[in-house]
């Protein structure tokens, strides 16, 4: 069985997208944020066999769940810093019967559907599977059997991050696949980049129009 997973955090202005917040303020950023969140629960729905939006802080569950509809089952992600979260997340979907889980972050609304596939499929023949993002870190995880040891000691929200990761695989002796590079929405030209991807090859796609406006809005005031 297939599992999806996205990690989304609630849109609270001040409290996320802060660098993005440097260029643009906190409520546009946050604006951005909640698009992006939006966007993804959209278009990714009915990609694997069970869908988790695994969401903090919880008091915010409702907002996600009328995002989610029926497609995505919300829940709160533990405490604990971000390699925790993910652990314990993946030890929850593969205990629950998942052979094929792969997680996502809320950082890259239009990351292509055809990497997810090609996830899932690697996760028949590799144990790891990992997207490489721009910054250093990474897109997407995949995993298909109890996590290696690679969510402890990691400098997260770092660029250090891809290359202490694969270098605990390398040294546990771990196999794994590397997906084609992708990015994460973090700074204003980030949102530049994104912007020309949706005015551009993805300018016909409706799911992705709130977002496309948005951020119009803050580039045509």
């Not at 959209?42 to 990609?47: E, H, V, Y």
């Not at 996760?123 to 250093?136: C, E, I, K, N, T």
């Amino acid at each position: 069985m297939r599992q999806l997973g996205l990690f989304a955090k609630y849109w609270q202005a001040g409290l996320v997208k802060t660098r993005l917040a440097a260029d643009i303020g906190a409520p546009a950023a946050a604006r951005i944020h909640q698009e992006c969140v939006a966007a993804l629960v959209a278009r990714l729905g009915g990609m694997a066999d069970r869908q988790a939006l695994c969401i903090t802080p919880p008091e915010h569950a409702q907002a996600f769940r009328e995002l989610a509809g029926n497609q995505w089952q919300v829940s709160d992600q533990c405490a604990g810093d971000l390699g925790q979260r993910m652990r314990h997340f993946f030890e929850q979907a593969l205990a629950a019967g998942a052979d094929r889980v792969v997680l996502i972050g809320a950082d890259s609304p239009t990351l292509p559907a055809v990497y997810l596939d090609e996830a899932f499929q690697r996760l028949a023949d590799f144990p790891v599977v990992l997207g490489p993002s721009d910054d250093g870190g990474y897109y997407l995880i995949g995993l298909s059997r109890a996590p290696p040891d690679i969510f402890q000691n990691i400098a997260w929200g770092t660029p250090a991050v891809w290359r202490q990761t694969v270098a605990r695989l390398r040294t546990a002796g771990e196999r794994y696949h590397t997906l084609p590079p992708w990015y994460d929405i973090d700074t204003i030209d980030d949102l530049s980049r994104l912007r020309s991807e949706l005015t551009g090859p993805l300018a016909d796609d409706a799911l992705l129009r709130p977002l496309r406006e948005t951020i119009e809005t803050l580039f045509t005031g």
